[in-house]
């Protein structure tokens, strides 16, 4: 097979070498294009531009193969747990159980937050959304730690910043939520592991301890995993492309937050159960949904379906599917919106328009009828989907950096006015 792909421009070829990954993957390096020829390439969403060279996760969206530093994302949500995999994405490695512990210790020792970030959290609205206010809290971290302001210091003072972030997430996640609800806020436990320290903050009660339900810690941990990483999508691209600037670790996570927030991305969750509940009030008739979502005059689409990378299946769908029926089994939930989705996967599945166009249910689908099983308002969807998305953002960001990346900066092609003369407003 070559290693050379010519390019032909007004007659005359280009070569430019061909890099494969260590997974067969192919790619043009085109970093020589303009210099040579004084063109640059168009690919409007990055649809086939690959920004980077990473070895944090591999997908194969038309085999749909998800996995994360070479261990496939089936076994890591079954065997594994969310602080092992945040592990593993961030070090590179499994961790030895003397490793874990250590993480763990450090992690717990970190937990808190500074009193005065409270003060934010009461300047928000009552119905301010959960969002807007972790995107500003987390950028707000920098203000409490200036040392971590400096990207470029040591591997150990950025390993200080990683772990601050990781430890101070759950806790400024959790008061979120309990701020939205009126109630008072639960302080960390340093006898819970990262998961169980999180449900107790946000489910537990300041008088007497809440008893923390295996189930839910076990299904938690599986959602945060399958959340961890994916690859360059938007919010982790965003979190590269800021931190190239050399922007600190904080506020770079904060930007990958707001990536993250849009229905096309991670909003998708909160939309999906928003349209569920509008599908079920409406009278439950999924064929009429179905065409709203095929005929192109309608704005409407099927959230929770379709991905521009997997054409095949989400792998993370198909456990999260198990995982909701599991769930919702143990802790005897009836959902009747669940009814509904299914009934929606089953036609779209059979459907030609969503059979073509490759489009089946992703990660978003099923996961926000587990959260409302466990008992979180729709709002706080997307916010869960961050708490697992932030080892993998961080993951992203380290690779970048120890990488000495440069700076992200596209080139456009200009398709405005060319030269105008100014005229004065009355000539207007
Ligand atoms: N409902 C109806 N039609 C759809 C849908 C949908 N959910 N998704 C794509 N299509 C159609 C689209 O109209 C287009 O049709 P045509 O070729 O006739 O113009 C074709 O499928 C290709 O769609 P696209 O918008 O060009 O694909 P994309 O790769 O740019 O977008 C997507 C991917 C995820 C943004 C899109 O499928 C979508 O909007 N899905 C709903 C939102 C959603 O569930 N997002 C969560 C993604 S998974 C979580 C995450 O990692 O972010």
Redesign the pocket.
Known sequence: MSDIAEIKIDGKVYEFPIITGTEGEKSIDISKLRELTGHITLDL?Y?NTGSTKSAITFLDGEKGILKYRGYPIEQLAEKSNFLEVAYLLIYGDLPTEEQIVTFQSKITKQTLIHEDMKKFLDGYPSRAHPMAQLASLVCSLSSFYPESINANSSPEAMDHTIIKLLAKLPTIVSFIYKKGLGHPLIYPKNKFDYVSNYLHMTFGQRTEEVEIDPVVVKAMNTLLIL?AD?EQ???ASTVRMVGSSDCNLFASVSAGIDA?WG???????Q??IEMLETIKEDGGDTEKWINK??D?NDP???????????KNF?PRAKIIKKACDDILDKLGINDPVLEIAKKLEEAALSDP??VE???YP????YSGIIYRALGFPTDMFTVL?ALGRLPGWIAQWKEMHTNKEPIGRPRQVYVGHTNREFVEIEQR
């Open positions: 969403g649809k959340h994916h999508n938007c919010s993250l229905p096309l991305h991670g909003g998708a969750n939309a999906v979502a095929k192109k409407f689409r099927m959230m929770g379906f379709g991905h521009r990378v997997y989400d328009y969503f166009r490759k489009l992703n990660v978003d689908f989907f």
